[in-house]
Structure formats: structure tokens, C-alpha cells
């Protein structure tokens, strides 16, 4: 897993008006917190910080102006809605050895059995339990083969070594299915159409 390193300067200005400021500069507002202490407000680097991020949950070394240094991991991300740049980041301090528990994403490979057959993914990451230094960045699970009506669960994906799942074993996170049913309601829609040219 990457580890990220990212220079940090304490913020003791708040609100909107101070994180406009913030961003002006090209960084961003960030809070850290986590093990009991007391939130720090910093800020970060835009750029870097959004680059950081394109790992999903990625270990951020912090070197915390005149406070020595943390490791973190990204805990909420708010985005613009419409150019898309880092509003406000939270991260959660994580320690060497400790086990966290994130979410990664599900990656599918293979081609599924012949017959138009949809792969729908009802969870697009998984809940798995991880030492914080060593947080699988994704699973990959392969549908090579799969019918209609097949699904795999939680407990069939083969986790990174030092993993644990942390969601119920017979949890669905992958099934097949059957392409027919877009068909018959578009045949079902055929009479309707009809009905409305003869009038």
C-alpha cells in the first residue's frame, strides 16, 4: 500500500470566509482526528492532496509544522458538485500495527456466461478490517463463466493476505442477471404504442 507524505500547516481561522481563503491559496482545510484526542485543524496542499486521493484509502504521512508527525487515512471527502476540486477532507489518525476497518473497491474480471446476462454489483466496495500500514488498495474477484442467478458472497472473495471481512459472511456482493426481463417489458410496452397509432 502507498504511503503518502504531505506537509501540513496548523489553521486557527474558521468558517467560510477562512476556508475560501484557504482554498484561494490552493489548499485545503482538513480536520484530523481520532484516538481520543483533540480534532487539529489543518491544511494541505491541494494538489498534492488531490493526487494523494486518487488511492483509495491511502496512508498520509503528515509533517505537522512545529507538531512533529502523524499517519492518517482519508475518513469524508467534499468535492464541488460542479468543478469537482477538495472543499474539506477529514482524516482519521491511524497508528503503525493498528487495525482499521475500510471499505475497498470490488473489481470484476471475466466474461460471464454467453446470453446478454447483466453483472450488477450491489456493493461497489467491500468492508474489510486491516492493519492501517497495510490496507489492500482493491479485491478483485473474477465472473468468468457465471449464469443468470449466480451471486458472489462476501465469504467467496479471496482477501489480501491480513485482511478480515467486516461484514456478514452471506452478504451479496456480486450477481448475475438474467437479460430477459429488459426484453419483456419492452415487449409488454409494444400494444400500448400500437393502441395509441390506431387512435
Known amino acids: 500500500m502507498s504511503e503518502v507524505k504531505l506537509a501540513a500547516e496548523s489553521r486557527t481561522e474558521f468558517g467560510k470566509g477562512a476556508a475560501r481563503r484557504i482554498r484561494r491559496d490552493n489548499k485545503v482545510p482538513v480536520v484530523l482526528y481520532g484516538h481520543g484526542t483533540e480534532p487539529k485543524h489543518l491544511t494541505l496542499p491541494g494538489h498534492d492532496l488531490l493526487l494523494a486521493l486518487r488511492t483509495p484509502n491511502v496512508l498520509i504521512a503528515l509533517e505537522i509544522e512545529g507538531a512533529g508527525s502523524e499517519l492518517a487515512i482519508p475518513k469524508s471527502v467534499v468535492r464541488d458538485p460542479i468543478k469537482g476540486f477538495l472543499e474539506h477532507v477529514d482524516l482519521l ?107
Open 93 to 199: 489518525l491511524v497508528k503503525r500495527g493498528e487495525k482499521v476497518t475500510v471499505e475497498i473497491p470490488v473489481h470484476a474480471e471475466g466474461e460471464l456466461a454467453p446470453g446478454g446476462n447483466l453483472l450488477e454489483h450491489v456493493l461497489n466496495a467491500l468492508p474489510v478490517e486491516a492493519e492501517a500500514t497495510h490496507i489492500p488498495e482493491s479485491v478483485t474477484v473474477s465472473v468468468e463463466g457465471l449464469e443468470a442467478g449466480a451471486a458472489i458472497l462476501a465469504k467467496d472473495i479471496t482477501l489480501p493476505k491480513g485482511s478480515t471481512l467486516a461484514v456478514e459472511d452471506d452478504t451479496v456482493v456480486l450477481q448475475v442477471l438474467a437479460a430477459q426481463a429488459e426484453e419483456e417489458s419492452a415487449e409488454d410496452e409494444e400494444p400500448a404504442g400500437e393502441e395509441v397509432a390506431e387512435a
